[in-house]
């Protein structure tokens, strides 16, 4: 494993996308590291990955990650969780990567929209800026409302905001209006 002590997540993610990449599972970068490539620098030590995989086909992976010398924990949400399982993976030094299996209300083509981001000489897939910002409107709290207001922001490249809307609105109304919000302030 890449990371030697505490507060290394991050490097953590490079071993926990080996495995994936090794069972086949697509993944998008989420979270407070998906923040960073879209603006929001924040200190932070999480490291979070969407899964596109079926429910189902989890505790196969959780085997996987035990193999492969990880700690893990698999929970399931209840029918209100707009995340339906994560599997919490930790070292030795206690880092931790959370992959969550699903995301309610997220969009079936959010996976083909990843943008590749180099991190440490290896190619990681993040979730792109329309997709980060409409999860974020969807989580909601003071915290996700200010990243995504920085991921509005004209940058490197132009947000297509019909985009955002459209994703967005697959999160429900309030999600929607927490966009709206954004783009007149």
């Known amino acids: 494993m890449k990371a030697r002590r505490p507060g290394q997540s991050a490097l953590l993610l490079l071993d926990v996308a080996q495995v994936l990449v090794?069972?086949?599972v697509e993944y998008a970068v989420v979270g407070a590291m998906a923040a960073a490539v879209h603006g929001a620098i924040r200190a932070t030590t999480d490291a979070d990955?969407?899964?596109s995989v079926a429910l189902s086909g989890l505790a196969a992976l959780e085997k996987a990650f035990k193999r492969a010398g990880f700690e893990s924990e698999l929970r399931r949400g209840d029918a209100e969780d707009p995340?339906?399982?994560l599997l919490v993976l930790r070292d030795h030094h206690g880092n931790r990567v959370d992959l969550l299996a699903g995301l309610?209300?997220?969009?079936?083509e959010a996976f083909?929209?990843?943008?590749s981001v180099r991190f440490k000489g290896r190619k990681i897939p993040v979730i792109s800026?329309?997709?980060f910002i409409a999860m974020k409107c969807f989580a909601g709290g003071p915290q996700d409302i200010a990243d995504a207001r920085i991921a509005l922001r004209p940058r490197d490249a132009q947000v297509n905001?019909?985009?955002v809307r459209r994703v967005t609105r697959r999160f429900g109304r309030p999600a929607?209006?927490?966009?709206?919000?954004?783009?007149?302030?």
């Open 112 to 115: 083909s929209r990843v943008i």
């Open 83 to 85: 995340i339906p399982a």
């Open 22 to 24: 090794q069972e086949g």
């Open 176 to 185: 929607a209006d927490v966009l709206e919000g954004l783009l007149v302030s």
């Open 129 to 131: 800026r329309e997709d």
């Open 161 to 163: 905001i019909e985009l």
């Open 104 to 108: 309610r209300g997220l969009d079936p």
């Open 49 to 51: 990955a969407l899964l």
